[in-house]
């Protein structure tokens, strides 16, 4: 009879730990959100500013906007929280959209410096406030046909941002879709700049995903409206994010090892998947996200990849504003704190869309954070008065 051996536990694991190489658990951490800055918000005849839309970029003279100060306010509550220990192990910070309130240059510029004083990276999200500039007097002209639309003022003052973002994390170059592209649901068809985006960190897959209306808003009688509004679109056409983020979701997803991640995918976007499409703000009726029909063609898509959807976060919403959702079952305020729904239609549950208060009335950052050793993530945190 041989020889016979008695391998314990221990032994056995540590022989296999020289043989297969078993990767060390990744460190939780988090990144912070701010949303809704609406930069230039009250300012005398809606001009932030030096006078008119084309301003040159100039604030001086509009340093006290309560918005911008709200702003200021939120980002030095983050740099004090990273200077203190960062004990919350924050890795960047994420902006949903709405930076300023009409798009101004000077609104565009005082928002961009205000951000580049934070201690960490930060991600621009595009909102429907800062697609076409405009004041109480003046706004951005129409367009010519096949001409360069008036959201090309964000994409070259924010262009620097998505940069060195991009050099910061070490993000590869094909993390951002290009633009822009022809657009053929404007009024002129002229072209758009869709800042559509996705990247790996953390052990987590984050798109960046851009929605906003490009038409510009009812203007003639009895309504006489500037900028956009704030309907959601899809854009469901070549160069369009609709196409951009299915031709994305499922090529990343077509990927073994990212399959076995799990439920690793974060959905950063101005306008929360399950959107009303019209509401009662004040006394008038708006248009606030996807329409119907939209809004079913987004859930049979994520439906076939639910199992992989960690979590939606969009702002777009104000806490303290009195809007009244038009749909059954949601005719009541919007809740002063965060709003957590399900993308759901015919009861099909998708994945949780939270809409993160806004900065404008006051100064809000939400934390997220995130364990990637188990796709574990609490948002409940958040940074306030």
Same mark, same amino acid.
């Given at each position: 009879?041989? =020889?016979?051996?008695?391998?314990?536990?221990? =032994?056995? /694991?540590?022989?296999?730990?020289?043989?297969?190489?078993?990767?060390?658990?990744?460190?939780?951490?988090?990144?912070?959100?701010?949303?809704? +800055?609406?930069?230039?918000?009250?300012?005398?005849?809606?001009?932030?500013?030096?006078?008119?839309? $084309?301003?040159?970029?100039?604030?001086?003279?509009?340093?006290? $906007?309560?918005?911008?100060?709200?702003?200021?306010?939120?980002?030095?509550?983050?740099?004090?929280?990273?200077? $203190?220990?960062?004990?919350?192990?924050?890795?960047? @910070? @994420?902006?949903?959209?709405?930076?300023?309130?009409?798009?101004?240059?000077?609104?565009?510029?005082?928002?961009?410096?205000?951000? #580049?004083?934070?201690?960490?990276?930060?991600?621009?999200?595009?909102?429907?406030?800062?697609?076409?500039?405009?004041?109480?007097?003046?706004?951005?002209?129409?367009?010519?046909?096949?001409?360069?639309?008036?959201? !090309?003022?964000?994409?070259?003052? %924010?262009?620097?941002? &998505?940069?060195?973002?991009?050099?910061?994390?070490?993000?590869?170059?094909?993390?951002?879709?290009?633009?822009?592209?022809?657009?053929?649901?404007?009024?002129?068809?002229?072209?758009?700049?869709?800042?559509?985006?996705?990247?790996?960190?953390?052990?987590?897959?984050?798109?960046?995903?851009? %929605?906003?209306?490009?038409?510009?808003?009812?203007?003639?009688?009895?309504?006489?409206?500037?900028? @956009?509004?704030?309907?959601?679109?899809?854009?469901?056409?070549?160069?369009?994010?609709?196409?951009?983020?299915?031709?994305?979701?499922?090529?990343?997803?077509?990927?073994?090892?990212? =399959?076995?991640?799990?439920?690793?995918?974060? *959905?950063?976007?101005?306008?929360?998947?399950?959107?009303? &499409?019209?509401?009662? /703000?004040?006394?008038?009726?708006?248009?606030?996200?996807?329409?119907?029909?939209?809004?079913?063609?987004?859930?049979? %898509?994520? $439906?076939?990849?639910?199992? /992989?959807?960690?979590?939606?976060?969009?702002?777009?919403?104000?806490?303290?504003?009195?809007? /009244?959702?038009?749909?059954?079952?949601? =005719?009541?305020?919007?809740?002063?704190?965060?709003?957590?729904?399900?993308?759901?239609?015919?009861?099909?549950?998708?994945?949780?869309?939270?809409?993160?208060?806004? #900065?404008?009335?006051? +100064?809000? @950052?939400?934390?997220?954070?995130?364990?990637?050793? #188990? #796709?574990? *993530?609490?948002?409940?945190?958040?940074?306030? !008065?």
């Amino acid at each position: 009879m041989g =020889r016979q051996y008695r391998i314990t536990t221990k =032994r056995w /694991y540590t022989w296999f730990k020289r043989k297969v190489k078993i990767p060390a658990p990744l460190e939780p951490w988090s990144f912070a959100i701010i949303t809704d +800055p609406h930069v230039g918000l009250d300012a005398p005849n809606k001009d932030f500013g030096a006078a008119g839309w $084309n301003d040159n970029g100039d604030y001086s003279n509009s340093m006290n $906007n309560k918005a911008l100060q709200n702003l200021i306010s939120s980002v030095s509550k983050i740099n004090d929280k990273i200077t $203190n220990g960062n004990p919350d192990n924050i890795k960047f @910070v @994420v902006v949903l959209g709405d930076f300023t309130d009409s798009a101004e240059l000077s609104e565009l510029h005082a928002a961009k410096d205000t951000l #580049n004083q934070l201690k960490v990276p930060w991600l621009p999200i595009v909102g429907n406030h800062d697609v076409w500039p405009y004041t109480g007097d003046t706004e951005c002209p129409m367009p010519t046909t096949g001409g360069e639309g008036p959201d !090309q003022y964000f994409n070259k003052v %924010f262009s620097d941002a &998505y940069q060195n973002f991009s050099i910061k994390l070490g993000l590869p170059s094909t993390w951002k879709e290009p633009t822009p592209v022809l657009n053929a649901e404007t009024d002129t068809h002229y072209k758009s700049y869709f800042q559509n985006l996705a990247f790996d960190y953390g052990g987590f897959h984050f798109i960046g995903l851009d %929605f906003n209306n490009r038409k510009h808003a009812i203007a003639s009688p009895p309504f006489f409206f500037k900028g @956009v509004s704030g309907t959601a679109n899809l854009y469901d056409f070549n160069g369009g994010s609709w196409s951009w983020f299915k031709q994305h979701l499922s090529s990343y997803l077509n990927i073994t090892d990212n =399959r076995s991640k799990g439920k690793n995918t974060i *959905i950063l976007s101005h306008h929360p998947f399950e959107c009303p &499409y019209t509401g009662v /703000y004040e006394v008038s009726i708006v248009s606030l996200g996807f329409s119907p029909e939209e809004k079913e063609s987004i859930t049979n %898509f994520l $439906n076939n990849y639910k199992d /992989y959807l960690c979590i939606q976060f969009s702002g777009h919403y104000h806490p303290g504003d009195k809007i /009244y959702f038009l749909e059954p079952s949601k =005719r009541e305020p919007i809740i002063q704190y965060l709003m957590h729904s399900y993308l759901f239609i015919f009861h099909k549950k998708v994945m949780p869309c939270v809409t993160i208060p806004g #900065n404008l009335n006051v +100064p809000w @950052v939400q934390i997220v954070k995130l364990d990637p050793n #188990n #796709n574990s *993530i609490d948002y409940q945190q958040h940074l306030s !008065q």
